[in-house]
């Protein structure tokens, strides 16, 4: 199953009202990854502020060829295999190392004057260190609060927002 916009347009409006009423008003949303950008601005148009591209961390022996390669192999597996694939992908990705792109800095794109945090939003949060890798790299660059949103949630990480529980990363496309 792929979602859409229209499936998680609802889910988002939530997260904002909750975003409001915890009267959490950020002066910049940072995208992690090229496929969240439409997150970064859905949340930028709500707060009306701007949205700031954050590239996706580097995984250590980690290949953007082998990654398309699973994900168009495995629409074509049935569903029971599905699991057991998906636990393999999950003990690879927790256990390989991750950094911040060689040669990225920020720049000053989320250093603003105001004293509003800052969010972060992915599409996915499978280990959290994503989210939390960039969370400590924005808090330490600007020394503002950083909150953290992702659509979807596995197993015990939470990022301070999210929409949907338990939705297995091989059954997100983005949209």
Request: proline fraction near 5%; charged fraction near 25%; charge should be negative.
């Amino acid at each position: 199953m792929k979602l859409n916009f229209s499936d998680l347009e609802k889910d988002l409006e939530a997260v904002c009202e909750q975003m409001v009423a915890d009267m959490v008003n950020p002066e910049v949303v940072g995208y992690i990854g090229s496929k969240a950008e439409f997150i970064g601005d859905f949340f930028a148009d709500r707060f009306d502020c701007e949205s700031v591209y954050l590239p996706s961390l580097h995984v250590n022996g980690h290949t953007r060829a082998a990654k398309k390669m699973l994900n168009a192999m495995l629409r074509h597996f049935p569903e029971r295999a599905l699991v057991p694939i998906s636990n393999i992908y999950k003990k690879y990705i927790q256990s390989a190392s991750r950094c911040i792109p060689e040669g990225f800095t920020l720049d000053g794109s989320l250093n603003y004057e105001g004293d509003s945090p800052i969010l972060l939003v992915d599409d996915s949060a499978f280990t959290g260190e994503t989210l939390d890798a960039w969370k400590q790299e924005v808090e330490k660059t600007t020394g503002k609060k950083v909150y953290t949103f992702s659509i979807t949630v596995i197993d015990g990480y939470r990022p301070d927002y999210y929409c949907i529980e338990d939705w297995r990363p091989f059954e997100w496309r983005p949209i």
